[in-house]
């Protein structure tokens, strides 16, 4: 696999799918995957193309306004994604390392940066110590201690009828 591709699936493989059948119709000869609807150009500005994007989603700052030769004053910030999409791979279960690959990051410093731990992670981390004891005590009322290795699943039988994760 080449530092520039990657296996896509899901709703972004749908929605680039889309995306290519939009331009089939609307601009057959373009070769770009996103361009001006108009024209069938490429964008030349993606900080302007994003700017007016938020605009029509409505995510640009409250009383924001803009002249001619301005972009709109936007909420989101597509560098937002980057750091949400890092932080979706980790909670899902993707290694670091795959999760750096994937977004381009070259240092682990900027990846912890990025997975910024809030209060449902803390939730997340009682409820998995709550269920790892569970576990254990019965484990400690057999003749064998079993003790489940870091992110593991345990079954739901062995859980008590919970999953762990």
């Not at 980057?82 to 980790?90: A, K, P």
């Not at 064998?144 to 345990?154: A, D």
């Amino acid at each position: 696999m080449s530092p520039d591709s990657y296996p896509l699936a899901g709703e972004l493989l749908e929605m680039l799918k889309l995306q290519r059948s939009i331009r089939d119709v609307k601009q057959p000869g373009c070769k770009w995957v996103f361009f001006d609807y108009a024209t069938g150009e490429q964008i030349r500005s993606f900080r302007t193309a994003w700017a007016y994007a938020c605009l029509r989603a409505g995510l640009v700052e409250a009383g924001a306004s803009f002249g001619k030769n301005q972009r709109p004053k936007v909420a989101k910030l597509f560098h937002d994604l980057r750091r949400t999409g890092v932080r979706n791979l980790i909670r899902a279960g993707v290694s670091e390392k795959v999760a750096m690959l994937i977004s381009g990051h070259k240092t682990r410093a900027v990846v912890d940066r990025y997975n910024i731990t809030d209060e449902r992670d803390l939730h997340i981390a009682a409820r998995r110590l709550t269920e790892y004891h569970s576990a254990h005590e019965k484990d400690a009322n057999t003749d064998t201690l079993r003790t489940p290795e870091p992110n593991s699943r345990v079954s739901t039988s062995e859980a008590g009828g919970k999953l762990l994760q």
